[in-house]
């Protein structure tokens, strides 16, 4: 069965450094997003992206924090210059149309 | 700002009892509505989904839907130990297909 993968499943960094998830969404979906969840708390929409481009995103997503379909399998999320609120989990998902189907997760150490 | 409640639990039933989970929203314009479940540390796996007002069964699991009252229920049946986790409801809201999730309940089911 189909399943969305991300890399790296844990990324411990230094606040001020920049990190780069990546996610491969379902092949033969078009619309992908990125997910966080701070531990303890609820699971937060920050993007959606579709046709190249960003559908939507969060108040969250910032200046600080980029995404990018570098080809046609990678959907990246990048964060420039990370800070120590940062530290979570970070969930790609991607769908046909309706349903989301959600990667395993990039833990998000931020030092 | 639209919101979803749930209660936090933990909800504890007995191995084979029913296990009722409940969901209330607050955008009237909600169009979709997903049931996720997360084990500790992993990410949301879907159960189900539903869109029109009723029942709607697929195998243990019944999603019940009122726009009216904008209420959104999971009813495991028969439960079992392995169905331990942490639902999470979650709407889709007006023409996007971002996500806003409750913060999820808590089922702990023992033998």
């Known amino acids: 069965e189909p399943e969305v993968t991300q890399t790296p499943s844990h990324q411990v960094t230094q606040m001020g450094q920049e990190v780069i998830l990546r996610c491969v969404p379902i092949?033969?979906?078009?619309?992908f997003y990125w997910y966080r969840q701070i531990l303890g708390q609820k699971v937060e929409f920050l993007v959606s992206?579709?046709?190249?481009?960003?559908?939507?995103k969060s108040e969250i997503f910032d200046d600080q924090f980029s995404v990018e379909r570098p080809d046609g399998s990678n959907f990246t999320l990048k964060i420039r210059s990370t800070k120590l609120e940062d530290s979570a989990m970070y969930f790609c998902?991607?769908?046909?149309?309706?349903?989301?189907?959600f990667g395993p997760g990039t833990r998000l150490l931020v030092l | 700002q639209k919101e979803v409640e749930q209660n936090s639990g933990p909800l504890s039933v007995p191995e084979g009892a029913i296990a009722s989970l409940n969901c209330t929203y607050s955008?009237?314009?909600?169009?979709?509505f997903f049931w996720y479940r997360q084990y500790s540390g992993k990410s949301p796996e879907l159960i189900m989904s539903?869109?029109?007002?009723g029942d709607k069964e697929d195998g243990r699991f019944t999603a019940q839907l009122n726009k009216a009252s904008q209420y959104v229920s999971l009813l495991i049946r028969d439960s079992q130990p392995s169905d331990s986790a942490t639902y999470l409801c979650?709407?889709?809201?007006?023409?996007?297909?971002?996500?806003?999730f409750g913060a999820g309940t808590r089922l702990a089911v023992h033998p």
């Open positions: 998902a991607s769908s046909d149309v309706e349903t989301q189907y």
């Open positions: 092949s033969n979906h078009l619309y």
């Open positions: 992206f579709y046709n190249n481009e960003i559908s939507e």
């Open positions: 955008d009237r314009g909600s169009q979709s």
């Open positions: 539903i869109y029109s007002n």
């Open positions: 979650a709407v889709r809201s007006g023409g996007y297909n971002k996500l806003i």
